[in-house]
């Protein structure tokens, strides 16, 4: 996943820099996925029911939670977003308000997945069967 990973930074931050970033990830057992503002660490779900999901639409589950963290994190620490721009609560968010629906961060994050899921898609495919 690092190999897809850098080159959709390579999209997203233009510099002649090379900077080393290790972003940790947990698999979780929760349902939902998250990122703490601040850290170098995305917890996502890997809740795969088999009544829900085939296999490749878990796959897509996986990387679009992963996608959508990973631009928290992005907001985090390369654009300097301050956690308190997320203001929803934990409860807005799992009754799914419009306080968490249209909060400007959020909505930039499901535009992010959007944006690179195929592409991370198939650089991961491409790494995976190279390396």
Not at 19 to 32: L, Q, S
Not at 53 to 63: A, G, H, N, P, Q
Not at 89 to 118: G, P, Q, S, V
Not at 120 to 126: D, L, V
């Amino acid at each position: 996943m690092s190999y897809a990973t850098t080159l959709i930074f390579t999209q997203l931050v233009k510099s002649k820099k090379i900077v080393h970033r290790e972003i940790k990830v947990k698999i979780t057992n929760a349902y939902d996925s998250s990122y703490s503002f601040y850290t170098d660490r995305l917890f996502i779900s890997g809740v795969y029911d088999k009544e829900i999901y085939t296999r490749k639409k878990f796959v897509m589950e996986f990387f679009k939670h992963y996608l959508h963290e990973l631009c928290h994190w992005y907001q985090s620490e390369i654009l300097k977003i301050r956690s308190s721009a997320i203001n929803y609560t934990d409860k807005d968010f799992i009754l799914n308000t419009k306080k968490y629906r249209r909060n400007k961060w959020e909505i930039h994050a499901r535009n992010f997945e959007k944006r690179f899921l195929r592409s991370f898609i198939n650089y991961y495919a491409h790494y995976k069967i190279h390396f």
